[in-house]
């Protein structure tokens, strides 16, 4: 027996937590009435993707990807509405399936897409290093050491409020660690850079930088990567 299902499952919000910001379902009756909604629409954009027809479109501020199953999907004829809304700055992804055929078929339909971007969000991740940073000054032993969790990528900083700034900058190299370094001394009204910026691997030991400042003083930093590189 052939039914008609529609199944709503946000990615990452609670429902108690729908307000009138969020994606509206899907209003026409079938699986048709959606493509035609859409083919009327003189800003929709039509694409094949794999034997599945799939269209970007608009509702308000949220963008909108409608995924059509091709002939011979166990599914067919349904439809998969993925939309990208925004909500306290959070973004998120609301997926409303239309299906024509037996309940358990278009569940499965929807576990598919959900576990597809699940699967993407992992894969954009960036990959993550712990790093043990330890700072001294001339001759003295460590000063401070910070533990910084740092995405590939991204800048981390460790500062000494109005003494120095180290930034880090990690990216991957085939499995090593690859840190993009530079130290700031503070000159008064702002930090300015001591030295040009360095690369550094600490491998599996430690890295040492030794910077001069400005006042004859020399800041030494030696960072460790604790952690293999990570994706959280």
């Given at each position: 027996?052939?039914?008609?299902?529609?199944v709503?499952?946000?990615l990452?919000?609670?429902?108690?937590l729908?307000?009138?910001?969020?994606p509206?379902?899907?209003a026409e009756?079938?699986?048709?009435?959606?493509?035609?909604?859409?083919?009327?629409?003189a800003?929709?954009e039509?694409?094949?993707?794999?034997?599945?027809?799939?269209?970007?479109?608009r509702?308000?501020?949220?963008?909108v990807?409608w995924?059509?199953?091709?002939?011979?999907?166990?599914?067919?004829?349904?439809?998969?509405?993925r939309?990208?809304?925004?909500?306290?700055?959070?973004?998120?992804?609301?997926l409303?399936?239309l299906?024509?055929?037996?309940?358990?078929?278009?569940?499965?339909?929807?576990v598919?897409?959900?576990?597809?971007?699940?699967?993407d969000?992992?894969?954009a991740?960036?990959?993550?290093?712990?790093l043990?940073?330890?700072?001294?000054?001339?001759?003295?032993e460590?000063?401070?050491?910070?533990?910084?969790?740092?995405?590939?990528?991204?800048?981390?900083?460790?500062?000494?409020t109005?003494v120095?700034?180290l930034v880090?900058?990690?990216?991957?190299?085939?499995?090593?660690?690859?840190?993009?370094?530079?130290v700031?001394?503070?000159?008064?009204?702002?930090?300015?850079l001591?030295?040009?910026p360095?690369?550094?691997?600490?491998?599996?030991g430690?890295?040492?930088?030794?910077?001069p400042?400005s006042?004859?003083?020399?800041?030494?930093?030696?960072?460790?990567?604790?952690?293999a590189?990570?994706?959280?």
């Amino acid at each position: 027996m052939r039914t008609t299902i529609v199944v709503l499952c946000t990615l990452g919000v609670p429902a108690a937590l729908a307000t009138a910001d969020e994606p509206v379902p899907i209003a026409e009756p079938s699986v048709g009435a959606v493509l035609a909604a859409l083919r009327a629409d003189a800003t929709a954009e039509f694409r094949e993707q794999h034997g599945w027809t799939v269209v970007a479109s608009r509702e308000g501020a949220h963008a909108v990807e409608w995924f059509f199953t091709p002939e011979g999907h166990e599914a067919h004829p349904a439809v998969v509405k993925r939309t990208a809304y925004d909500q306290d700055g959070v973004g998120f992804i609301d997926l409303a399936v239309l299906c024509q055929v037996e309940e358990p078929v278009c569940e499965r339909l929807l576990v598919d897409f959900r576990q597809r971007h699940e699967r993407d969000v992992a894969a954009a991740a960036p990959e993550r290093v712990l790093l043990d940073v330890a700072i001294a000054l001339d001759d003295h032993e460590r000063m401070r050491v910070e533990r910084m969790l740092v995405a590939e990528g991204l800048a981390a900083e460790i500062r000494f409020t109005d003494v120095l700034k180290l930034v880090v900058v990690p990216t991957l190299d085939d499995g090593r660690v690859l840190l993009w370094t530079a130290v700031y001394e503070f000159d008064g009204s702002d930090y300015v850079l001591l030295d040009e910026p360095r690369f550094a691997s600490p491998g599996d030991g430690t890295t040492t930088l030794e910077v001069p400042s400005s006042a004859g003083a020399s800041f030494g930093f030696s960072l460790a990567s604790l952690v293999a590189p990570t994706t959280e």
